[in-house]
């Protein structure tokens, strides 16, 4: 106190200051409780709408129902791809707080190895906290009711019953059909934006291959979703009926196919890489698309261990590949119908006009073989056909130029794409003038109309082309477009028998139709011996192909080819058939390629009158014809070593241009 | 107040006059405050008495009866009391850190055996009390500012320190603010207020990054970008945030909260019952009880302010300004304006000590209201 008072003693000056402090002080809590008024406004009433709706997201959780997928069936209705149930235990990483702890007590219940575990631990930290990790599928009913007890006192962890998929025919319809896997990040990303939530759930399986993958979203359906009201550790409260979205199961498709005639197309071609296709001449409806060595489809349901993949993806004969779509070969020898109807066409040709064919012809400044050493002598067109006579055809070719060749080629279906509905499809290649011109800035040189008169060269093609250009042929009339799917969801799509006229004669069909029945049912026909149906009078008519893909040098024919059991696997002809039967009224066309497989004759005939005896046997119109089906004689065993339909060389040794080559030497697949 | 009876001498001493000179509207705003507590505790339970409801309203009954006993304990008495409270306190606190019982990763409790009993509660009373002993012998010149100013400050940072060494921000800051409250009521130069809150500004960011526990760090960082990790440790503010928002003006309706009732509200009994309250009866239920807490500052304080002695005064609003600072704390947690500490909404949240402590508080504010004629004479300016 610096000057004295008498009316404010020290302990009144010590009241008025604190007076003065506790006003303050009330100022100071009045008006925190203003801020706190004011910042409740905000909250409350300001903001109201957005916390009302983070409330109603807390309170309701839509949990994902999936739908059943659709259905594949052949068109019989046999299942070629159902559902089944699938018990699994599924874990929120959200809902949990001790991962270790939940795991250890989920092994108590159910198998979980060490090396799953640690899968399942990586598994977890990489996927959002929200989304269910499956910890266990397919457990038995025991295992599953033993978790289900149990799950009230793990918190994060549901018993569920799912479906999974189920390809009751394993892999005789892996290729086609394809299968469906767990989402990868690609499938994801390739979703787009705003991917389906039903790509996160994890019991979901997306299509990857065959119609399971062109069809995946028809064959999906649509999530459906059950309204619940949850608690903060994710337990169903009350459920809300009403909110309640049911799921859309997805379409059943319905496919042309057989899976009798499919099932015995895989069981045929047994260990040999290949592909067999079936065509129905009249509708167009492909009857069987099998692709041989063959997977089972339903181990990449369950998802392959790398082990399990590096085996399947490394073997020689390709198991994955789908050979009827993608693998293209030379057709060889099943081509020279083409080359006839070419001659025919062009009006150059006579028919009954013969060439000689004394095993060998000189041209440019090397000799051409034919696959019969000694030559078959004067051959008509027909008799070429039934012989398979190279000599025949290279004359030809020579005489009509490739551009005609290539003509007929395309009008039947070679070196182009269908569409039937997946993909997958390589177009091949048919060689023209054009083409050389195009791609190698060089002109079409004369010794490549040999190759190309008698199927090889640049030529190549898939099983499918094979059999459209078969059925073609057969049918007389159409050019037929395949079709594999009949119907999604009921609705018919469109049949592959609306299609336009083939601008040949009929005569002059007629007349290589009858050159191809005589390869199956002249005694002296090529393939005599291995077409015999043994259906009373229903006959069938073929052509058969053995194309080759090594040089044969001019000291290895000096000496004797060598035979193609000799010989690594790769570097074994292909042995191709086509086909269709009935002779007199063809109702199916077929191909068979056997990779690698030797003589056309002796390899895939066989194996064609195999399956198309199943073909025509499923056929009620035909069982009727066959009065009394005699039993199935034995496959008459190819005793000679002789190969029909061998190839000439590639013309790599020195007619052709150091260029072309490249393409020409193409048989080597 | 009637004039006439508190004339006689003696008269004042009487236990029926000291009763009717209880504030009992002060005494009022308390039970409706505790009985809306009652009925948040009745609602998320699932309106059921137990666990909760029943032993709130039954604590608070015995608390209303210890604060009208200690209301008609004579003022002096209090002030004899002051620090051997604060010595008892103090012993206590050493005592937590040399046995205490590790709960919730803090050694807050000591077992007793009939009770664990929080020595940083007995603190809170015991420092006021100190306080406002030792500025009751204090010039008003010596507390704008002195050496002798060191006294309380030691006061104020022995137990600080022991409670943060527990570790337990939120009472530790409530130490000091209490201590700051009562140094500045009893007239601390503002400059040096103002020089204080400049140096403590500037010291925040280091002692943040060097001094605090992981976890408490992190309950700041989570405070200053709560939504970084709504999961993780924002989840509290977020949720208690979402409680206050959906509950719009008037509330979702008495017992029908979902953010409570679901679970989704952390600690919805005892810290964070306000964003219960807030959710069922929205901002009018919300500024209905900020009034009545509002109500129950202002009365406190003109009660400090009516009292004859010093003491009397500092006590009463060094106990009112406790409260408010818990009030203020706690509705800045719940609305997501202040980090997670573990300070409750006094008498509202569920828990005994807490409530013990304010009402004992209270008691002492009643005691001074009861007592503010009397002069207390002996201590001045002396320690003991």
Not at chain 2, 270 to 283: C, R, S, V, Y
């Amino acid at each position: 106190m610096s000057e004295p008072s008498i009316f404010f003693s020290e302990v009144n000056e010590r009241q008025g200051v604190f007076n003065r402090r506790a006003f303050l002080m009330g100022g100071l809590a009045g008006g925190g409780i203003l801020a706190l008024g004011g910042r409740l406004a905000q909250l409350q009433v300001l903001e109201f709408d957005r916390y009302r709706l983070m409330s109603t997201e807390n309170q309701f959780n839509f949990r994902l129902i999936p739908p059943p997928r659709g259905r594949i069936l052949d068109r019989f209705g046999v299942e070629l791809a159902s559902n089944r149930p699938n018990f699994r235990v599924l874990l929120v990483r959200d809902e949990i707080n001790d991962i270790d702890a939940t795991l250890d007590a989920l092994s108590q219940l159910i198998p979980i190895t060490s090396e799953r575990r640690r899968q399942l631990l990586r598994e977890i930290s990489r996927s959002p906290k929200l989304v269910p990790v499956a910890v266990a599928e397919d457990l038995t009913w025991e295992e599953f009711s033993r978790v289900n007890v149990r799950t009230p006192e793990l918190p994060g962890v549901t018993a569920d019953m799912g479906e999974a998929r189920v390809y009751p025919h394993g892999g005789a319809f892996a290729h086609v059909v394809g299968y469906v896997a767990k989402v990868s990040d690609r499938d994801v990303a390739a979703a787009g934006l705003n991917p389906d939530p039903l790509l996160h759930h994890p019991g979901f399986r997306i299509g990857k291959q065959g119609v399971e993958k062109a069809l995946d979203t028809v064959l999906r359906g649509k999530s459906g979703a059950v309204k619940t009201e949850v608690d903060a550790l994710g337990r169903e409260v009350r459920k809300d009926p009403e909110g309640d979205i049911n799921p859309v199961a997805g379409k059943t498709v319905v496919l042309s196919l057989d899976a009798d005639v499919q099932s015995r197309a895989l069981e045929v071609l047994g260990e040999d890489s290949g592909a067999c296709v079936v065509m129905d001449v009249q509708s167009g409806d492909l009857i069987c698309m099998a692709s041989a060595p063959s997977f089972d489809a339903n181990q990449f349901v369950r998802g392959l261990t790398s082990a399990e993949y590096r085996a399947l993806s490394e073997y020689e004969r390709r198991p994955l590949l789908d050979k009827a779509l993608s693998g293209t070969y030379p057709p060889g020898s099943t081509f020279k119908p083409m080359t006839a109807l070419a001659a025919l066409d062009s009006g150059m040709v006579n028919p009954n006009e013969t060439v000689v064919c004394s095993g060998q012809m000189w041209f440019g400044n090397r000799f051409f073989h034919c696959w019969k050493r000694g030559g078959h002598g004067a051959q008509n067109m027909h008799e070429a056909i039934k012989n398979s006579c190279d000599i025949y055809f290279y004359q030809t070719a020579l005489k009509i130029g490739p551009d005609r060749i290539a003509r007929v080629a395309e009008a039947f279906g070679l070196g182009q794409t269908f569409d039937i509905g997946i993909s997958g499809q390589k177009p091949g290649l048919v060689p023209s003038t054009a083409w050389k011109r195009k791609q190698y800035h060089q002109p079409w040189y004369p010794g490549e109309s040999l190759s190309f008169g008698i199927g090889q060269g640049a030529l190549s093609a898939n099983a499918l082309q094979l059999a459209v250009m078969t059925a073609r042929l057969a049918n007389g009339h159409k050019a037929l477009n395949p079709r594999l799917i009949k119907s999604i969801g009921g609705v018919e799509t469109p049949s592959g028998a609306a299609a336009a006229d083939l601008p040949f004669k009929p005569e002059h069909m007629e007349l290589v139709r009858s050159g191809m029945a005589a390869v199956a049912n002249d005694t002296t026909g090529t393939a005599y011996r291995a077409s015999q149906l043994g259906l009373g009078p229903v006959l069938m008519a073929g052509k058969t192909g053995t194309a080759q893909v090594r040089v044969i040098s001019r000291a290895e024919r000096a000496s004797g080819v060598r035979s193609n059991d000799s010989l690594p696997w790769h570097l074994r002809d292909h042995a191709l058939f086509v086909a269709f039967a009935p002779y007199d009224a063809p109702r199916y066309a077929l191909s068979i390629i056997v990779q690698h497989g030797g003589g056309g004759a002796a390899v895939a005939a066989p194996k064609a009158r195999e399956i198309m005896r199943v073909v025509l046997l499923k056929d009620a119109a035909i069982r009727a014809r066959i009065e009394s089906p005699l039993p199935m004689p034995e496959a008459p065993v190819s005793t000679t070593g002789e190969v029909e339909g061998e190839a000439p060389p590639p013309p790599s040794e020195t007619i052709l241009p150091a260029a072309a080559p490249a393409v020409t030497g193409g048989p080597t697949q | 107040m009637t004039a006439s009876a508190i004339t006689r001498p003696g008269e004042r001493d009487r236990l029926i006059v000291k009763l009717a000179q209880i504030d009992w509207t002060f005494m009022l705003v308390l039970c409706l405050i505790a009985a809306t507590g009652a009925a948040m505790l009745y609602s998320i339970s699932g309106l059921s008495w137990e666990p909760w409801a029943a032993k709130h309203l039954i604590r608070f009954g015995l608390c209303v009866g210890i604060m009208i006993v200690l209301a008609t304990v004579d003022v002096r008495l209090w002030f004899m009391s002051a620090y051997p409270v604060y010595g008892f306190g103090l012993l206590l606190l050493i005592a937590v850190e040399i046995v205490g019982d590790v709960s919730l990763g803090a050694q807050r409790w000591l077992d007793l055996g009939f009770v664990r009993l929080q020595p940083s509660e007995i603190m809170k009373i015991g420092l006021v009390l100190a306080l406002a002993r030792f500025y009751h012998g204090l010039s008003a010149e010596a507390a704008k500012f002195s050496w002798r100013l060191v006294v309380p400050v030691v006061l104020i940072a022995l137990p600080t320190l022991l409670v943060a060494h527990q570790p337990d921000l939120g009472t530790a800051v409530l130490l000091v603010a209490t201590g700051g409250a009562v140094m500045v009521l009893a007239g601390l130069s503002l400059r040096v207020v103002a020089a204080l809150a400049v140096t403590v500004a500037a010291a925040i960011p280091p002692f943040v990054m060097f001094v605090l526990h992981d976890y408490q760090r992190n309950r700041i960082l989570t405070f200053l970008n709560p939504e970084a990790d709504p999961s993780g440790s924002g989840y509290h503010i977020l949720q208690s945030k979402i409680a206050l928002g959906s509950g719009g003006l008037l509330g979702k309706g008495y017992g029908l909260g979902s953010q409570s009732q679901l679970n989704f509200l952390p600690e919805k009994h005892t810290d964070f019952i306000f964003a219960t309250l807030a959710e069922e009866f929205g901002f009018v239920g919300c500024i209905s009880v900020l009034l009545l807490y509002a109500a129950a500052i202002t009365i406190a304080l003109r009660i400090a302010s009516i009292s004859h002695s010093h003491f009397g005064r500092l006590g009463a609003a060094g106990v009112t300004a406790t409260f408010a600072l818990y009030v203020m704390i706690n509705g800045a947690m719940v609305m997501g304006l202040a980090p997670v500490v573990g300070v409750p909404m006094p008498l509202l949240s569920f828990g005994g000590t807490v409530m013990l402590t304010v009402m004992i508080g209270f008691g002492l504010v009643q005691s001074v209201r009861v007592h503010r004629y009397s002069e207390i004479t002996s201590g001045r300016g002396t320690l003991l």
